[in-house]
């Protein structure tokens, strides 16, 4: 008995250190981009109402589409981890990045130009003023774009960096393209430049866009793929 509670407690002990070096870094980057959202929310709410209007629109239509990408970034993690726990080796590992890639592409490529030619039927269900008629159809023409984009880096990051074991480097760039990059630089669209809204828009999800470049050149190389001895 007392051979089974020593057992049990180094294996409890073993298992939380564990989990907590894994989990503290997606709680932070979590903890901090829940923090942003409202307050990229409150720059388009200080501009017009119109503005409140048309971008509630456009990210209800967004979100739905933003599903499926979410759905493949949890799919290619287990996809990742399962292969890298099965010792497959990193050849495998790679091999199936290399394909989910693509996937994520060609699924983002489709989902850009579903969203670039349903926003007008989809805007026709709304009771809108023209002037925010006019703002949710650039929007979305915008997030079209962007889409591409998200479907691509999310997934690519969350579903095979995070799913391969490294799961600081997600950290690190999200933090750096969201708190130095896209938050000033919306600010000074909204209130400094006095950027017309989808310009604004464009400003508050830039990073989907810049941060496929450094998830590609990573993604590249081997040092995301960890093995948890």
């Not at 890639?101 to 805007?123: A, H, T």
């Not at 799961?167 to 950027?195: D, E």
């Amino acid at each position: 008995m007392k051979l089974f509670c020593k057992d049990f407690l180094h294996f409890t002990k073993e298992a939380f250190s564990r989990f907590f070096k894994i989990l503290w870094p997606s709680f932070l980057s979590n903890t901090l981009w829940a923090l942003a959202t409202p307050i990229q929310t409150g720059i388009l709410g200080r501009l017009s109402a119109d503005a409140i209007a048309a971008n509630s629109v456009s990210t209800t239509m967004f979100q739905y589409l933003k599903v499926i990408t979410i759905g493949e970034a949890s799919a290619s993690a287990v996809l990742i981890g399962t292969t890298i726990g099965e010792n497959r080796g990193t050849t495998k590992v790679k091999e199936y990045s290399k394909t989910l890639q693509v996937i994520y592409l060609i699924i983002g490529s489709v989902l850009g130009i579903s969203l670039f030619f349903l926003r007008i039927p989809l805007l026709s269900l709304y009771d809108l003023t023209q002037n925010a008629y006019q703002m949710a159809d650039q929007i979305l023409i915008i997030l079209s774009i962007v889409m591409v984009g998200m479907s691509y880096q999310m997934p690519t990051g969350i579903g095979i960096i995070k799913g391969g074991g490294d799961v600081k480097y997600m950290m690190y760039l999200n933090l750096i393209s969201t708190w130095a990059i896209v938050m000033p630089l919306s600010f000074l669209g909204a209130f400094v430049w006095k950027l017309p809204v989808p310009m604004v828009v464009l400003l508050l999800n830039s990073d989907q866009l810049f941060k496929c470049i450094p998830t590609y050149l990573y993604v590249k190389k081997d040092q995301w793929i960890k093995v948890f001895v």
